[in-house]
Every structure is written in C-alpha cells, then in structure tokens.
C-alpha cells in the first residue's frame, strides 16, 4: 500500500495514492471521490458494487458505507474533501452528490485535468508549492460543487441503507442517529424524542431497514471505527469510546462478529508507520516506494501527450456548435431593470447626480429609483422654531419631483439609516446620521409625510410606490451555523430572536397602519432579508411574522455574495463567496423557506445586489462585473419567481469621499462619477435587448425572441475567482492585476445552430464587450492610469469606453442559421438576428 496525504493547513481536501489495496466497510463525514489510474478497482457503496477500470472515477457521499476491494495490480487516487469546509463555503447543509462522473464524457474529462493538475503540484515537493497546491485543491472542490452537487436537499443519510416505505419520520430518525451515535444512544431515548413507544418503534425500524435498532446503531459506530484505525493513530480503545462503545471489549466483540478478527489484527494488517519529510506533505513509505514512482511516472507521461497539464491558455478551441430548436417557447419577466438604487437623498438633489439619473433612464429605462436618507438631518424636513414642531417638506418634494418627471417611481427605504461608505467588508465609513425619534415623532412624521404626497401626487400616484422598512443590521444576528451546538443554540437564542421579531414588528407594524389607513393599496415590505438569516433563524422570523396583525406586501433581500468563512481552519482574509451560484443558491433557499412556511405566493423583490458591498474595489471598474452580471440574471430567469433585483448602484458620485480623488477608484456604480459608462452599465444595455419569449438558456448563453422573425442570443465567459484570492484583504489587488485573480483564462466556443427559424436572408447585429471593447478600466490603464484627467480626455475616453458592434447578411436554409463566437474571458456578446423582407 503507498499513500500520499496532505498536512497544509487548508484541510478542503486530503488525497492518498494507493496500489494493490483492499479496504473493510467504513463511513466518515467527509465527501469521498476515487480515480482510478490504472487496472480495475471494485468499490461497493451501501451494498452496491460499483467495478472501476482506468480513468473511472466514483464519488462517496458523507456518512455512507463504503468499501474497496483491488483484484489485481492498478494505481488509484482518494480525495477526501472536507464536508464542513464545503457546507461553510456554499453556505448549505445536508451536501447530497451525484455518484459518478463517467455519465458525460466532457465532465469526466474536466474532472480528469483537475485532478491530475493537483496531483502534478503535489508531486513538486517544494515548499514553494503550497499556495499553488491549495488553488487546485480548491479548483477541484469548485467543480465537484458545480457539477455534480445536486439541486435537492434530501438527507444524504437516507442513502446509506436500502430503505422500504421511507418517510420523513424515518429519515430524522436516522439522521438524529447519525449525528449521536457516539454518545450512549438507547431504543428508548430516541422513541422518547420522536413521541413513540419502545415497542413501536422496535417494529417499525426493523420493518422498514430490515435491521433492529441496535444492529443499526452498531454499524454505524463499527463505520467510523474503522475509518479511524485506518487514517489515525488513537489507541484502539480511545477509537472505541469516541466512536460510542462503551467499552473495549464490546467493541472486540462487534468487530469480530462482522468482520471474523480483532481490530488490533486490522489495523497492523493495514497501516504502516508515516514519517515527515517536507512541510508540505507527508508521505507513507513502504521499501520501495512503488506507488509513488507509478504516480510520477503516470503525470510524466500524461504531460508529455497533453498540454493541458502545462497550461490552459493560447490554445485554440474546437468549434462544436450546440443546436437549440425553436420549438416551445415561454414569457420571460424581466424582473431586472424594474429597480435601481440611487442612493441617499440628499445626495439626489446634487445636479451631476440628476445628470446621472437621466442619463440611466434614458439608456436603460428602470420602473423604480430605490433610495433612503428623505427624512435625514440634512433633508431638513423637521421645523422646530418658536418652539412648536411642524413638517418642511420642500426637499423631499424637489426629490419626489425629479424622479417622477423621469417616470420613476419612488422605492422608498423608511427609517433610521445612515449613509455609510463600505472601503471593504470590515471597514466602513459614516458619513451622515439622523436624529433619534421616538415611535410617536415616526408615526406622525411619516403620517404627514403620506398626506402631503396624497395631497401633492394623486392617491393614483402614491398607491404604486414601495416602502421597505428598514432593519437595523445588529437585529436577528445570533449564530447557529455551528451543527453540533445548532439545537442548543436554537433553544437559546429563540427569545432573544423572537424579542429581535417583536422590535422590528412593532416599526413595521406602525408605519403599515398608518399607510393602510391613507393609501390602502401601497406596498409595504421589508426587512431587508441579509443571508446570516438563514435556515431555522429564517423560518423563525417568517412563522413569527404570519401571526403579526400586519402581514408584509413583499420580501426583501439583500444580496452580496459574502461568507464567515471559520478563519481557524481556512487562512482566509477574503470574505467573497467561494461559490460561483451564490446568488441562485440563496434565493432558492428563500423560497423553500417561504413555501415551508405556507407563503409562496409572497413578492420577493432583491433590493440590494451586488458582487461586493465595498465602493473601493476596482472589480467594480473591470470587464469582470459583465459577465457577473449577466451570468446572475440568466441563473434567475424563470427561477425562484424574482418580482425585482435592485442593482447596487447607479452611480460612482454616491461613494465620493476624500479618498476618491482618483479617476477610478472601485466605485460600484455602473457609471463613473465623470459619466463614462462602466461594463456594468453596458451588461444592463445588452439585457435590456433580450425578447420577451424565452427559447433556451445553457451554462454560458440565452437565446430569446421578439415579435415576428427576431432571435437575441446573448453568451457570456463569466471566471470566477481561484483560491489564492482568498488569502489576501479584498481590495488589495493592485489596478494593474485585476485579471490575474481568476480559476483561469479560457476562451470557451459558444458557437450555436439555431434551428427552426424561417428560410430567408437575415440581418445579424453582434454586439461584443470584453477588455479591447467597452472597458473603462483598461482604457484608463493604455490611458496611462494617470488622475490628472483633462475634459476634453473625459470626452475622448467616453467615445471610446463602448461595445463593438458589426452587421451582416446571412441566408438561412433548411430552416438553421449558425453563429460562431469564441468568447475571451470576461466576455458578453450579444447576437440579434432579424429575418428580412423581400
């Protein structure tokens, strides 16, 4: 037996080299993928046998029993990849995979580069290669997420055996088993939490798992007993009482029943003695090192027949066009250019940001200008001279002005909030605040305030606004993501968050009565839903909510892509989301939670999204925030019933600071504060293109229609972050390395035949962005980067900072047209094909 394991600190995965190797049946929690270099390997998994040859890889879910068994001479890779590490990083619980890759040929190949990328960097040596080797740790990690994690929830436990008649009873029964089979667990206990009988629950197990409830519980433990005597070095009783055997002898006992001898005989059988020899890794030798030589010589070979393994760039791509048939088709609602955010009030009445404004509106045409700040300090709304309070509601009305004669609707975000300047997740800066108030000065302000618009607007006019209620962000932030301690802290924390609930409530319930009784029909919503509400605290609030007087009109959520990554297990210093479905995961998540709690049909409406809430970061200025954009609207289409995403934000003139003295400088706007237009603004315009029929969408394009003969196609080469970005401030990248944080730099073919059009010549506009065309921030960069910029070069740059654009002819026959694109990364290009008559 050879293996080879990693002790870098990462612990997202740990690999083992083996030959010639057999394996008794064990479990662990972590996931499990094998690869199978050479010969056959049988792999039997909850009592299926799987026969392995070259090449074939097969994937272990958390907690299953498994076992292999090598008839022959052959070479084979284990990757354990750490299950909390992942739920962590995709913020999701009860990780379930699909079994194998060799399904589709293309994933297995993927898989197949990525694994012997790593196990290329493993086999350096050096102590230079350890950022390197967690990069492809965290590739592969990334793509066995993307491809292979599957959509459902469903307990992965309930795989472990083969079950009859499942139910959901069941399932928690044996997950509640799976979560404390080490501590001493009776028939008893266990009917006494689920509110059954002894004897009934004596028959109904057996009846359902063909096994009685102590065999189960045995097996379990024997799992990850064996698990430990492989892969530590415990005394064998402390491997028995930390797995729930009460003692040694009874431990002997169960091995010996199952497996015919003791576990001490196993383990000599099949460990062998580890020694250290760099700080990289740490590798079992036996006397010769067969599996290690076999492994270099393998990656030696497969170097020299396949670049892939040096590099993955420069390299041409092979033309495959996918075909989409226009065949049944769907309506799409395009829910993203109904909302923008334009920021803090006072900030509004500024002219260069009117200027903005209107120019977005123009271009772009959103239904809703989503702002907060209308009753700061500096609105100066509250006159308390002569010693009586009365209402000035002259700035407010100056801004409700502006919006409407621009036919957009007031979205307005009701309360204390200040604005803050956020330079990266932990440093921010406040900038303007408003006076505390008490509940009655809230109620009779905001009373006044809904007469006078009334009053001024029309209760027409009023009735189609949305008021969100704002939550303070210290509300609703208990913990419990830790799973060991997540029902001890549900128990308490369910009264602080329930009296968290009650305060909120109260504001909200306050101002929805006041609104009911003057506009019965205005939206109401909130609370600003961030995701460290999540899971029970999330169901908590909505149960609490349904039994509120007031019931909210919409929900809303902000959506920043952030996560508490454990910093004692992962050297992380940057909070961005590991997972690339970040957006798509949570809010299918909101809607599971919504539909739990019998609320399906409630609005969601994303009031803040962006890739960051930091207005110093120059991704906000690069031709990255393109595809990200147009990537997270495509995922969403016709998914999770998204009413309005409210992109964060219109423009760079809301984050002017002291600091901001350069001519970019991270801003999130999608123009910058002289008005040139960022990829951000140009991804908008390129969407707002798209039909109102929905004909197809794959990983990496959507394909719409318009009325009559007009086809949009619009791809995109969306790259997402490699792990080494991770390990460093967000921000810190300098202006000149912006493109050098990404997995990879892959041009990817997204030639397409679109089949079942009508025979006929068409015109074919493509629209192309990407770093050469519409790139604000490499323009600046062959610019000259400098900050001294003149108007007449804000003139030349704002001519130059567009989209390419081209047109031909084509004939289509035989009822196809086909489109080649080959897309740089950070690329989105746009197709509209329009049938022409004679």
């Known amino acids: 037996m050879q293996t080879y394991q990693s002790s870098t600190t990462s612990k997202i995965v740990t690999v083992s080299v ?23 390997l049988q792999v039997k998994i909850s009592g299926t046998a799987y026969n392995l040859t070259t090449s074939d890889l097969v994937l272990i879910n958390s907690n299953e029993f498994h076992s292999f068994q090598s008839n022959q001479d052959n070479l084979f890779v284990i990757i354990h990849f750490n299950y909390d590490e992942l739920t962590t990083l995709l913020s999701q619980r009860n990780l379930t995979f699909s079994r194998d890759c060799s399904i589709q040929n293309s994933t297995k190949s993927v898989f197949k580069d ?11 040596q050096n102590n230079g290669t350890e950022i390197e080797f967690l990069e492809k740790a965290y590739k592969v990690s990334s793509l066995l997420t993307s491809k292979l994690l599957k959509k459902n929830d469903n307990n992965n436990l309930e795989k472990n055996i083969s079950l009859k008649g499942q139910d959901e009873r069941l399932a928690d029964i044996l997950d ?39 065999q189960y519980l045995n097996e379990v433990r024997l799992a990850h007993s064996v698990n430990e005597l492989l892969n530590t070095d415990k005394p064998i009783t402390r491997v028995a009482l930390d797995n729930g055997f009460p003692n040694l002898t009874a431990f002997n006992r169960v091995f010996n029943e199952q497996y015919q001898m003791k576990p001490v005989e196993y383990r000599k059988q099949m460990q062998v003695d580890k020694k250290e020899v760099i700080p990289i890794v740490e590798i079992d030798q036996d006397s010769n090192g067969e599996a290690l030589v076999e492994l270099q010589n393998y990656l030696k070979d497969t170097a020299n027949k396949s670049p892939a393994l040096i590099t993955k760039t420069d390299h041409p791509t092979k033309t495959e066009n996918k075909v989409i048939t226009i065949e049944k088709i769907n309506p799409i609602a395009k829910y993203w250019n ?23 509106q123009s271009e772009i045409g959103f239904t809703y200008a989503r702002f907060w700040g209308i009753f700061g300090d500096d609105m100066l709304v509250e006159d308390r001279s002569g010693g009586k309070l009365s209402y000035n509601f002259t700035n407010t009305n100056k801004l409700l ?11 307005i975000e009701i309360g204390p909030k200040p604005k803050v300047l956020s330079k990266s997740i932990e440093e921010k800066v406040v900038i303007h605040t408003i006076s505390k108030k008490t509940s009655a000065e809230w109620r009779n302000l905001t009373r006044s305030f809904l007469l006078q618009c009334v009053e001024r607007y029309g209760i027409e006019e009023v009735e189609t606004w949305y008021f969100e209620i704002w939550r303070h962000p210290d509300l609703f932030t208990a913990d419990l993501s830790n799973d060991k301690e997540i029902a001890e802290n549900l128990r308490r924390y369910k009264k602080t968050d329930h009296e968290d609930f009650e305060g909120y409530f109260r504001i909200f319930n306050g101002f929805k009565r006041t609104a009911n009784e003057i506009v019965p029909s205005v939206k109401v919503g909130g609370c600003g839903l961030s995701m460290d509400i999540e899971g029970d605290r999330l169901d908590l609030l909505l149960q609490q909510w349904k039994q509120q007087e007031y019931q909210p009109d919409f929900l809303s959520v902000y959506l920043f892509p952030i996560e508490v990554y454990n910093k004692n297990q992962l050297p992380i210093k940057n909070l961005h989301s590991g997972n690339p479905e970040f957006v798509k995961s ?22 803040e999204w962006n890739i960051s809430i930091s207005n110093r970061n120059f991704l906000n200025d690069s031709c990255f925030k393109a595809p990200y954009i147009v990537k997270n609207i495509v995922d969403n289409i016709s998914e999770n019933k998204i009413n309005m995403i409210g992109y964060w934000l219109s423009s760079d003139i809301f984050s002017d600071f002291r600091d901001s003295k350069s001519f970019l400088y991270g801003g999130a706007g999608l123009v910058t504060k002289n008005g040139i237009q960022k990829p951000s603004y140009h991804a908008f315009m390129l969407l707002n293109q798209l039909g109102e029929v929905l004909v197809s969408k794959g990983d990496n394009y959507i394909v719409t229609k318009k009325s009559g003969d007009r086809y949009q196609i619009l791809c995109f080469n969306y790259k997402h972050f490699k792990y080494s970005y991770y390990l ?7 202006i000149y390395d912006q493109y050098e944080i990404f997995e990879d730099t892959e041009v990817i073919d997204c030639s397409l035949e679109i089949q079942g059009i009508k025979n006929g010549k068409y015109r074919i506009k493509e629209t192309k962005l990407n770093r050469t065309n519409g790139s604000v921030l490499d323009e600046w960069l062959k610019f000259g980067a400098v900050d001294d910029i003149k108007p007449d070069e804000v003139k030349y740059l704002r001519q130059i900072c567009i989209p390419h654009m081209k047109v031909e002819h084509a004939v289509a026959e035989g009822q196809s047209i086909v489109l080649k694109a080959q897309l740089e990364p950070h690329e989105v290009r746009l197709f509209e094909i329009n049938l022409l008559f004679d």
């Not at 949570?586 to 969601?604: A, P, W």
Request: aromatic letters at 12%; glycine letters at 6%; proline letters at 3%.
């Open 18 to 40: 083996l030959n010639h190797t057999t394996h008794l049946e064990h479990a662990h929690r972590d996931i499990e993928l094998i690869y199978v270099i050479k010969g056959q």
């Open 114 to 124: 990525a694994l012997e990328e790593l196990l290329t960097v493993y086999m350096k």
């Open 176 to 214: 509640y088993i799976q979560s404390n089979f080490r501590e001493p667990l009776s028939l008893d206990e266990v009917a006494g939490l689920y509110f059954l009988s002894s004897p009934y629950l004596s028959k109904f197990f057996k009846k359902q798992t063909g096994k009685t409830f102590s």
């Open 338 to 360: 109904k909302l923008i955010n334009i920021g803090y009030a006072k900030d509004i009445l500024n002219s260069d940001m009117q200027e903005h404004i209107k120019f977005l």
């Open 401 to 411: 002005d502006f919006l409407i004669q621009n036919k957009l609707k007031p979205f």
């Open 586 to 607: 949570k809010l299918n998540q909101v809607r599971k939670s919504l539909k739990k709690m019998g609320m399906e049909d409630l609005e969601i409406n994303v009031t």
């Open 728 to 734: 460093y401030p967000e921000g810190s990248t300098g």
